[in-house]
């Protein structure tokens, strides 16, 4: 069992930047594929972000190429994900998601997930 706990959400202006962060209760951090999700009010998940255990592959959505940064310290057991230009259409619940298979992350179905934190972006 892998427990999860984001942190770093907040209000923040549109152009402005934020990162989030999410620590992972496990011995076998780097063995697990990490991504980022969110989910805005009355619409479906969506998957933002993923990293490899090893840090060394990444993939983003589309609507956030070129604005955020997912990255990890595995000595930590934590993956970041650094925010920037934020536009109102990222206002969303973002949390993190663990998975061993990098695949299931990027297809949106890993195995363990956060709660979730608030990130508000006003126009």
């Known amino acids: 069992q892998v427990q999860l706990v984001e942190s770093g959400g907040g209000l923040v202006q549109a152009g402005g930047s934020l990162r989030l962060s999410c620590v992972a209760s496990?011995?076998?951090?780097?063995?697990?594929?990490m991504g980022w999700f969110r989910q805005a009010p009355g619409k479906g998940r969506e998957f933002v972000a993923a990293?490899?255990?090893?840090?060394?592959?990444?993939n983003y959505g589309d609507s956030v190429k070129g604005r955020f940064t997912i990255s990890r310290n595995n000595a930590k057991n934590t993956v970041y994900l650094q925010m920037n230009s934020l536009k109102p259409g990222d206002t969303a619940a973002y949390c993190c998601?663990?998975?061993?298979?990098?695949?299931?992350?990027?297809?949106?179905?890993?195995?363990?997930w956060g709660q979730g934190a608030q990130v508000t972006v006003s126009s």
């Open positions: 998601g663990a998975d061993p298979s990098l695949r299931r992350v990027v297809a949106g179905g890993p195995d363990y």
């Open positions: 496990t011995r076998t951090f780097s063995r697990y594929n």
């Open positions: 990293i490899s255990g090893a840090g060394t592959i990444t």
